[in-house]
């Protein structure tokens, strides 16, 4: 069955060979004793993979890259990065490798990618190590964005490796298998602006283009292009975000994607009761990443990106700017179009509504979910029962009776659709406390509250008895919720 799977399934290198200069050949660490913790079966199908060979001791040495087919060219991959507003001019996979691209049946191209598979060129003073907690949050995490329809990094596997690793104490070493449409980042195209070398920009750039946006093309300026194309995925990525109530933690510019998928779930949260100024990164002390800046701070990411292309455009400084900064003004208007399409989904009210009417429902509706600090979540599940007439359980949670009176009666004067809303409002979302539980449950070597959780979020719109838990917020014992940076 081994040989099927390898034979089948080609680990290509276009990374590799189309930017060497961003590439380093390197190789995973060997696990003294590999074992595997989780499998995402539908995703390896997905891949070509045959779950049971995965399963299998030659399976999960190919899952942390100790066991490749012999045409693989796994590289560290070299990129820059604005953290925290600050340049850092080489970041690059400290602890990850390319594996290399693979198509699936459908033909589609993915990189798969290690995340935690030992010491890189790139490593500064990192041990190139991860651990099963973080590593297992990435799988939980990102699969429930998945599994609520928004673009992102997949998770194909969690393997301890059988390493103590040293942090504040020794933990279980692990290593994460992703999968992305691809790992170009913002600061992939930072880095090779920064060498001056026009034509790798150029390289990188169409690499782009052709993997992610290649209607841009068919333009007059395909540069400009991508960079219309990359502003749009972002917003609409950002829209998604915020619609949901995800606070990504760490939107540096190495963790945006040109593809608009999400990656790099650190130290990422949903929120629960609402505030727009919710933190939750312990290393976020100005509160830069805060939930209601994400928009803005999507924008200030693309601004740096169309720097970065920016001798793409046009040869002239000065219209080379000029264009970017038009395309730049269009970002706000294709983050609120998507994010007010997006809340009039989630009050069940038909997309072609009266702007003139919603939006003032959409407004004045969060001012009554903020002052009470409701939860965003269940609040806005609940509004699908207040849809079918049952208003007690959303009435509950505000604390403005009269207002929230008078604002059903106008919005269900409306004849929101209940079915439709519960199509985009999640009951099951991973809740802080419930990941904590898994994770912790997890590094002692009971995998079974992660796989209950899993399935929880994987299907997060149809409420299943026996569940009930999972759709609560936090008991208060639990308290103010911080995250520590994915380590
Ligand atoms: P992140 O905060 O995960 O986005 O990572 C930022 C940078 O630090 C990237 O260049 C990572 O590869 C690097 N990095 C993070 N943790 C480690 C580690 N334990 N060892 C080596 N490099 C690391
Ligand atoms: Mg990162």
Known sequence: MSDIAHSTIAFEGHFARDLPEMAVPWRAEEAPEPQLLALNEPLAVELGFEPDFLRSPEGVRLL??????????????????????WYSPRLGDGRALLL?????????????????????????NGDGQAVVGPMLREYIVSEAMHALNIPTTRSLAVVATGRAVQRETLLPGAVLTRVASSHLRVGSFQYA?????????????????????????????????????????????????????????????DNMTVSG??????????????????????IDESGRYAYRNQPLIAEWNLARFAESIAPLIHDDEEQAVALA????????QQYSAAWFSGMKA????????????????????????????????????????????????????????AAFDAWLERWRALTPDANAMDRVNPIYIPRNHLVEEALAAATEGDMDPAVRLLAAVGDPFKERPGLESYADPAPESFGPYRTFCGT
């Open 64 to 85: 942390i890259g100790n066991a490749l087919p012999e045409e693989a060219t796994p590289v560290a991959q070299a990129y820059s990065g604005h953290q925290f507003g």
């Open 100 to 124: 290399g691209e693979i198509a699936g049946p459908d033909g589609k191209l993915r990189d798969l990618h290690l995340k935690g598979s030992g010491r890189t060129p790139f490593a500064r």
């Open 193 to 253: 602006r920064a060498t001056n070398d026009l034509e790798l920009l150029r390289r990188l750039a169409d690499h782009a283009i052709e993997r992610h946006h290649p209607s841009a093309v068919g333009e007059a300026n395909r540069y400009l292009g991508l960079l219309e194309a990359v502003i749009t995925v972002q917003a609409t990525l950002v829209a998604q975000w915020m619609l949901v109530g995800f606070v990504h933690g760490v939107m540096n510019t």
């Open 261 to 282: 998928e999400t990656i790099d779930y650190g130290p990422c949260a949903f929120m629960e009761g609402f505030d727009p100024g919710a933190v939750y990164s312990s």
């Open 325 to 332: 900064v038009e395309a730049l003004n269009g970002f706000r």
């Open 346 to 401: 989630k009050l069940g009210l038909p997309e072609s509504i009266d702007d003139g009417v919603a939006s003032p429902l959409v407004d004045e509706l969060l001012e009554l979910v903020q002052e009470a600090r409701a939860d965003y979540t269940s609040f806005f599940r609940s509004l699908g029962k207040a849809a079918r007439g049952q208003a007690e359980p959303a009435r509950g949670t505000v604390l403005d009776l």
